[in-house]
């Protein structure tokens, strides 16, 4: 399985986006955070749910496969890094491919950015600054062994079910112990497809 | 100054330096796209050194460091692995930085002579000479205590000791106080009559170790979020936990027991609580009999409270009651924490107190993984009492009025006991003075009662009713806008010295940058009046670590024994827990392991406490109960949070948290009405509330100010107001109130990136997920 990653665990999260700020602080995009961080059910809830970029290992990259300027490089260490500045030509097709909504495109520079996975200081030996700070663990970096023996017990998913569609993913969620279901479904399901029910 | 141990030369710590290297490869185009601020992303980064230190805001004080570019300027953060925090900040830490070289910080002395003038830059001299000779011109036609002072708990310690030194000594006033008194006083009183000594009983890393968790009024997610991986590593080890609260909030949520009752009612349903392990025989007598007195009164005293009348006055199930005595009696090991949500009331020594009776009952006190603790809402609210800056105590917690006492600090001090004022009064109640013209000069240092006192109005007309104002900050905070004479002065990353954090843990703040231009050290400027004042002979000193040394002597023997700290000591270990009597003493982390209390006879005095209601009536008219906290994204009065851009953009405004059953769709204005005043904020309709109860965070100025509406009742011990509880009632408006910009000094532009967020009027960003979408 995964090497040294990152583990989402949502049911940590308290929803304080300290890793919003702390991606903003991020010297690879300072400014701009990369981190979605989404309420699953507001007004019912305050549960919350951090989503960084899940550095898709296969099919590989979509948002790099469907990139018509070859700027979204995947790295020898499964890390998909942002686009290159130099290559990007802000067509957003990565927007679109990616199933997890991740990459942002700054319209006024043309640019897309995402989370390179703090290539800056994972390179280095840091964690990325997101997980680093994360005050609860909801975002931990690390390997699995090391996330298992901080939490006995723990259960993690790398699989996501796009209706038919599977994807395995470098980032890895932790799932409830009681309630794994393999592969985890991702997304909405799909319930029209040009106006016509598909269920 | 007569403090005799030697003060020791040492060089700052030398800042840990980063490899070159480690810069990043090729990413710098990135910094222009959009940043907050920007001026401050385009740091020279090579030469870049680390300053190690800890984080201004609240009562964990976690480590990081501060980034210092080549030319000395602070222009980042990096977290850093110190055992309180272990790399992690929240949103507030990691922006905290963005303070020190903030645009809107003050860098000259501001000074009018009347409040209808504009306030003009004026030279220090000037600025001193004339709040000198005010103070002369007022205690002269008054006396002495007609003049008074108010210190902050987000100062060092050594700054608190020296407050309360220099209104003692050198404006010889009996009316000091601080703003911890609007945090956890009710804490401190209930532990000193319990346990003789004011303090947590555990560190948090006890937390780890406990069976059971109880945390009752405290919204730790937000308020302090750093001590959350503690409760999800206790979860993680099986512990099970239960929150008191009126809202679910992020730790209530995933909580085995969520309590939302009434607020207001804490005590009630603890005695209920304590009466079902009574009834169930859960109780440790052996325990109870060794180390405590006054447990019969209490057994009888909670025998009136079985749980149907406690859960009728609460609003929660019976079943409730008896479940969480159950686990927490049945736990091995058991803890409770506590913060503002039970200590904020009319009755918040006895909520606390209450809480105390149950662990001791249970014979949780005093070991690995069970014992009690507060959570301090301020950076050194726990330090920032200890040495003499509350009306009533003397440095190291010795009382003002035991003559014993008194003569001990005199000898240190260097005075007569003659000249040694008595006990003041309390923060609210020195308002009150100055609107009874009692008290007619203020100096105020590190504080911002207009947003952070209960009853605006109140406030606004004692502080206009003084004479003279005088306010030491580093940003024009809506308080200082209403003085005569603003000093400048430096934030924690430009001076050194220590805190003390929930845990009474000590650690050093290290200074990263020099000064602005123009700005002083809050111990500067009080010494520098203290020599205008005739008294600079006991006011010598050249900075914090002089004044620690005299803060050590002074506290050695007593209870907060500071004796045994040294910078050195701290900077070697991270920090020390007081007591600490000697240089080889290794700090006392645990409370209470020989089963000894801090009273003489080494027992534990339970008290016992009948629940009485709020003090402001719920009628037909108020029917609804308003309660206030705090959000993630700003600290207490948002002097220093509501000017950066990314925590504005997080939480640009306060609004009301509403049940969907008082039929408010989100976004709507809604009025909300006590018996002080109303104002209109944004729905935020919510399923995570209770329908009888409304909410608003606190951090913001009238006319969004909770505090405009909150009512200024007393707890008649610790003197802190009723924050929690207050009647009130919801209803409809046509416009919401818009959030001020916070004030800055004639000349400076406000600060652009802040605004935009600003002026954005709806609605509520979901905070903590906490907005209706529209659900289809
Ligand atoms: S920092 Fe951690 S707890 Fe906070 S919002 Fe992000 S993932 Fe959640
Ligand atoms: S505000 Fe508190 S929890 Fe947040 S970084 Fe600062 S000390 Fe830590």
């Known amino acids: 399985m995964m090497g040294r990653t990152i583990f989402i665990d949502p049911g940590r999260c308290i929803g304080c986006q300290a890793c919003v700020s702390a991606c903003r602080e991020c010297d690879s995009h300072r400014g701009k955070s990369m981190i979605h961080l989404d309420y699953t059910e507001p007004g019912m809830s305050v549960a919350s749910l951090p989503t960084v970029c899940m550095h898709c290992e296969d099919p590989v990259a979509p948002c790099a ?11 020898a260490d499964g890390v998909v890094q942002q686009a290159d500045t130099t290559r990007c030509i802000g067509c957003a097709n990565c927007v679109n491919a990616c199933p997890f909504g991740v990459p942002k495109i700054d319209l006024q520079a043309k640019l897309q950015m995402k989370c390179n996975l703090c290539y800056d200081r994972t390179a280095y030996g840091l964690a990325p600054m997101c997980a680093t700070v994360c005050p609860t663990g909801a975002l931990f970096y690390g390997t699995l062994e090391e996330l298992q023996a901080e939490r006995p017990g723990v259960q993690v998913a790398d699989s996501f079910a796009f209706g038919d569609v599977m994807v395995s993913t470098g980032v890895a969620m932790v799932v409830p112990a009681d309630k794994v279901q393999w592969p985890v479904p991702g997304g909405l399901p799909v319930v029209e497809v040009n106006g016509v029910d598909v269920r | 100054m007569t403090a005799t141990d030697p003060v020791k030369a040492v060089s700052l710590p030398v800042p840990v330096s980063i490899d070159p290297s480690i810069a990043p490869p090729g990413t710098r185009n990135f910094r222009d796209a959009g940043g907050i601020p920007a001026d401050q992303w385009h740091a020279d980064q090579n030469g870049e050194t680390l300053v190690p230190t800890h984080c201004c805001f609240c009562g964990v004080q976690c480590g990081m460091y501060l980034r210092v570019d080549k030319h000395g300027k602070v222009f980042g953060v990096e977290p850093r692995n110190h055992d309180i925090n272990r790399m992690r900040l929240c949103p507030k830490g ?29 030279s220090w001299e000037e600025a001193l000479d004339f709040t000198v000779s005010e103070i002369r011109r ?71 170790l406990t069976d059971c968790l109880l945390i009752a009024g405290s919204n730790v997610g937000e308020c302090f979020p ?25 730790i209530a949520r995933t909580a085995d027991i969520h309590v939302a009752l009434k607020p207001g009612t804490d005590a009630a349903f603890f005695n209920a609580v304590l009466h079902v392990i009574v009834a169930e025989g859960l109780t440790d007598e052996t325990y109870l009999a060794a180390h405590t007195t006054g447990w019969e009164e209490v057994k009888q005293t909670v025998a009136a409270y079985p749980p149907a009348r406690s859960a009728e006055i609460c609003g929660i199930p019976a079943e409730q009651i008896v479940q969480v005595a159950r686990v927490f009696a049945a736990a091995d090991k058991a803890m409770a924490w506590h913060a503002r949500g039970i200590e904020h009331h009319s009755q918040g020594v006895e909520n606390c107190l209450t809480v105390i009776n149950l662990c001791v009952a249970t014979g949780n006190i005093g070991k690995p993984g069970a014992g009690y603790g507060t959570i301090t809402g301020q950076g050194n609210g726990q330090g920032g009492r200890e040495h003499g800056q509350k009306s009533d105590l003397l440095p190291g917690g010795r009382s003002i009025s035991n003559p014993e006492h008194r003569a001990q600090i005199c000898r240190i001090w260097g005075i007569e006991e003659s000249e040694l004022p008595g006990a003041g009064t309390s923060m609210m109640e020195m308002v009150w003075q100055m609107q009874r013209r009692e008290i007619r000069g203020l100096i105020g240092i590190c504080n911002n009662p207009f947003v952070s006192l209960p009853n605006y109005a109140v406030v606004k007309d004692g502080y206009d009713t003084a004479e ?173 949070t509501r000017r950066l851009g990314a925590l504005v953009e997080q939480t640009p405004r306060p609004w009301v948290e509403v049940h969907p059953s008082h039929g408010f769709r989100n976004g709507d204005p809604v009025r909300v009405v006590t018996r002080r005043g109303s104002e209109v904020f944004p729905a935020l309709v919510t399923e995570a509330i209770r329908p009888d109860t409304v909410f608003i965070p606190y951090h913001w100025p009238v006319p969004t100010a909770a505090n405009a509406l909150t009512i200024d009742a007393l707890d008649p011990r610790s003197k802190i107001p009723e924050y929690k509880v207050c009647a009130a009632r919801v209803e409809a408006a046509d416009r919401i109130d818009e959030v001020p910009a916070p004030p800055t000094a004639p000349g400076q532009e406000a600060y652009p990136e802040a605004q935009v967020s600003r002026t954005d009027p709806l609605p509520p960003t979901s905070p903590q997920g906490r907005g209706t979408a529209e659900r289809s």
Not at chain 2, 226 to 250: F, H, K, N
Not at chain 2, 623 to 631: A, E
């Open chain 2, 226 to 250: 750093v001590m959350t991986q503690y409760l999800w590593g206790a979860r993680d080890r099986g512990a099970s936990l239960i929150v008191i609260d009126p809202r679910e909030t992020a």
């Open chain 2, 94 to 122: 990691i922006n905290a930085y963005q303070q020190v070289n903030h645009p809107d910080r003050l860098t000259a002395p501001l000074m009018r002579r009347s409040r209808d003038e504009e306030f003009k830059e004026a």
């Open chain 1, 65 to 75: 496969e469907v990139c018509p300027a070859d700027a979204i490089l995947v790295t």
């Open chain 2, 138 to 208: 007022i205690q002269q036609a008054y006396g002495n205590d007609a003049f008074g002072l108010l210190g902050g708990a987000s100062l060092f310690s050594e700054k608190t000791y020296l407050v309360g030194k220099f209104a003692r000594v050198a404006l010889k006033t009996k009316h000091v106080d601080y703003n911890g008194r609007l945090c956890m006083v009710s804490a401190a009183g209930a532990n000193k009559l319990a346990f003789g000594i004011d303090r947590a009983g555990n560190p948090f890393s006890d937390i780890l």
């Open chain 2, 468 to 640: 003279f104002h005088a306010q030491f900050d580093f940003f024009l905070s809506e308080t200082a806008a209403n003085a005569h004479v603003v000093f400048p002065v430096t934030t924690w990353a430009e001076d050194e010295g220590v805190m003390a954090n929930a845990e009474a843990r000590v650690v050093k703040h290290n200074k990263a940058q020099e000064p602005p231009a123009g700005v002083r050290t809050d111990t500067w400027v009080i010494c520098e009046l203290a020599r205008r004042l005739g008294a600079g002979h006991h006011f010598d000193f050249p900075g914090s670590r002089e004044v620690f040394e005299e803060l050590r002597v002074a506290s050695a023997g007593t209870v907060n024994d500071y004796y045994g700290i040294t910078y050195e000591r701290l900077e070697e270990t991270g920090g020390i827990a007081w007591p600490c009597p000697s240089t080889e003493h290794p700090g006392t982390p645990r409370l209470f392991e020989d089963g000894r209390t801090c009273h003489p006879d080494g027992k534990i005095h339970m008290q016992v406490v009948e629940w009485h209601p709020p003090m402001d009536a719920y009628t037909e008219e108020y029917p609804l109960s308003l309660t206030t906290g705090r959000t993630v994204a700003h600290f207490l009065s948002g002097n220093q």
